[in-house]
């Protein structure tokens, strides 16, 4: 009789197998079980981050057509970083504030060091990209912008998620942008806008989803309708057209995920490599 042995020599052929080798198929042994709810909250992340971009172009729209002045958005971003930090202490009650070491001193002294260096440097910004066409510059900031979205960090364990990438990337197309704008007042405060809105507030979204799932999935349903708002003033077949987007990536996509995983048929069985489960460490000593 055969057996699976290879320190026995046996009158068969080395790719010899019996009846008994399909005993251990097994199907979708490691395949995950997708439920619809959970796939829809996931996909809040790149809602919000698609948002996030809509409002950016948005507010540099308004700015370059003179409909937005940068006090009024100044004012209005330091309101809401402001309610943004104290909510940021609020949900946890303070417990990652302690855990980082991190003093509100410290934030307050790198906010004012950040700003004092990017009004200091608002001048150069403004004229960095003057030898550059206007049109290099949009598909640059788009190209960039599309790269942001790409490398976010949504929550996946993958290896193009790159988090650093992604921020110097939005960032760039911040700076881009800044530069078609009439002064640099304007420059100083569309980079500092981009650092709020590309920097901050995803840290604020991932405490809130951590911590509170109702408000985080009402704060992304607010912004989203905000986005889109803001967008309809500016064109409606836009408007539209997100819309669809956002309803296509948080509704449409969760549903053909769950009906393509019934579709999955991955095989296990005594052809695989095999698996060390005993602990090594032990030798390395």
Not at 214 to 229: E, I, N, Q
Not at 250 to 274: F, M, T, V
């Amino acid at each position: 009789r055969w057996q699976k042995v290879l320190y026995e020599r046996q009158p068969f052929p080395d790719n010899y197998v019996d009846q008994r080798f399909l005993e251990e198929l097994r199907k979708n042994v490691h395949a995950r079980q997708y439920r619809y709810q959970a796939v829809v909250f996931q996909s809040g992340a790149v809602v919000q981050q698609l948002c996030s971009v809509c409002v950016f172009v948005l507010t540099w729209w308004y700015m370059d057509a003179g409909m937005l002045s940068p006090q009024g958005l100044f004012v209005a971003a330091l309101v809401s970083s402001l309610l943004g930090y104290v909510l940021f202490d609020a949900v946890d009650g303070g417990a990652g504030r302690w855990a980082s070491g991190r003093t509100r001193w410290a934030d307050l002294k790198s906010t004012l060091v950040f700003a004092a260096f990017t009004y200091g440097f608002s001048p150069v910004l403004k004229t960095l990209t003057e030898s550059i066409s206007t049109d290099t510059i949009y598909a640059m900031s788009a190209l960039m912008l599309l790269g942001h979205l790409i490398f976010f960090d949504y929550g996946a364990n993958a290896a193009i998620v790159s988090s650093t990438l992604s921020l110097n990337m939005a960032i760039f197309a911040s700076v881009c942008l800044a530069s078609r704008l009439p002064r640099s007042l304007h420059a100083f405060v569309m980079v500092t806008f981009a650092m709020q809105i590309f920097a901050l507030w995803p840290m604020l979204q991932k405490k809130l989803k951590a911590r509170t799932p109702r408000c985080y999935v009402g704060v992304t349903v607010l912004f989203a309708l905000a986005a889109l708002a803001g967008l309809a003033t500016v064109s409606s077949v836009g408007a539209v057209l997100f819309a669809s987007l956002l309803l296509a990536i948080s509704c449409l996509c969760p549903y053909c995920l769950i009906r393509l995983q019934l579709l999955k048929d991955n095989i296990h069985g005594p052809w695989d490599e095999a698996e060390i489960k005993e602990d090594l460490s032990r030798f390395l000593i």
